[in-house]
């Protein structure tokens, strides 16, 4: 499987570790109102999707960079990639 990285080209996937969800980019607040069952959903609930879904991969033997990438867990097609940088800025930037 190759993966498109936004700035090396495509990669072999074996130079990369698959984290999970890309939800994990939604790290909730510790401080908040509720914090403890938030946190117990952020790290014990996940969705195991059939289809296109969001995924975190890390470049563990390249620039070592984090990558959102979007992919079919049917086909193994791979729809999109960017780096999660960008994903979580523009997350935030669509929060504030």
Known sequence: ???PHPL???RDAQEFTYLGDAALLARPDGMAE???GAFIDYVYLRDNPAG???ELWFHEQGDR???VV???TVTHEIIDAQLAR???L???GAVA
Do not use: E, Q, Y
């Open 1 to 3: 499987m190759l993966i």
């Open 52 to 54: 296109v879904h969001r």
């Open 86 to 88: 960008d994903v979580a």
């Open 8 to 10: 090396l080209g495509p």
């Open 70 to 72: 979007t992919r079919n």
């Open 90 to 92: 523009a997350r935030k």
């Open 65 to 67: 960079s984090w990558l």
């Open 34 to 36: 509720g914090a403890l």
